[in-house]
């Protein structure tokens, strides 16, 4: 099947993939097959409401089929989520309902001097007090 998507890979306006998550492995036909419909297509909807919880491997994998030219190198991708990850670990220890002063030896908003009044008077703390937040956010890399 997948040679005969990439022979005949007709043009597709909008290609739409339900449950994603099973092409998170890109040794799978299923990710192949993704990977060559996505190639002919305008634009890529992926799917899932399934956490991906096995690493970060597996979410680099999903986003490379929507970018691949983007989401080429896995290094490059572990840095973009080191840059942000004060910012979940803020939002961690708000929801804990205080901050990471208690030695939990990560390095937290508490570590950044000034940053946790800043984060406390954002909005992300206005959504967290209104009840905004019923569970994880999609995050945004």
């Known amino acids: 099947m997948i040679e005969a998507v990439e022979e005949r890979a007709a043009p597709i306006d909008l290609l739409i993939v339900d449950e994603a998550h099973h092409c998170r492995n890109p040794d799978t036909k299923q990710h192949r ?37 983007e989401f080429d190198k896995f290094g490059a991708f572990r840095d973009r989520l080191e840059v942000n990850r004060h910012i979940v670990e803020a939002e961690a220890s708000m929801r804990r309902g205080g901050d990471d002063s208690q030695g939990h030896g ?5 570590a950044r001097p000034g940053s946790q009044g800043a984060i406390r008077s954002s909005s992300l703390q206005a959504r967290i007090d209104g009840g905004g937040m019923d569970g994880p956010q999609p995050r945004h890399v």
């Open 106 to 110: 990560r390095r937290g908003p508490s």
């Open 33 to 69: 097959v993704v990977r060559a419909l996505s190639e002919s297509s305008d634009a890529t909807l992926l799917l899932t409401a399934t956490p991906i919880h096995l690493g970060d491997e597996n979410l680099f994998n999903l986003l490379r089929l929507l970018l691949p030219e």
